[in-house]
Every structure is written in C-alpha cells, then in structure tokens.
C-alpha cells in the first residue's frame, strides 16, 4: 500500500484544521464575551453600591 498524502487525504487534513481554527477563534470570542459581561456586571453593581452609601450618607449627587 502506498502513502499518497496528495489528493483527498491532504483535503481532509486541511478542512479539519480550518475547523480547528474556527473552533479555537469561537472559543476566544466567547470566553471575552462572558468576561466582558462579568466586569460589566460587576462595575454596575459597584455603582449602584455607591450611590446608595452616599444617599445613606445624604451626601449630595453633583
């Protein structure tokens, strides 16, 4: 048997590493995603937080 990696075998090889890319970019953009929306959460939190100390504090909004 002969090992001709030159027709449809180097096809294969290519397509699985063009999904291999795509998968590995989707994860990326995700996992910044979920980390975007974390932080986001976390400073409007942080915000209302402090906006209710001041009014506990009656300390004037500017």
């Known amino acids: 048997m002969e090992n001709d990696y030159t027709g449809w075998a180097a096809g294969i090889g290519i397509v ?3 999904i291999a890319i795509v998968l590995y970019l989707g994860m990326l953009a995700l996992t910044l995603w979920v980390f975007y929306l974390i932080i986001r959460t976390a400073v409007k939190n942080g915000i ?11 300390y004037p909004l500017q």
């Open 16 to 18: 699985g590493f063009l």
């Open 48 to 58: 209302l937080k402090a906006d209710e100390e001041r009014r506990r504090r009656s």
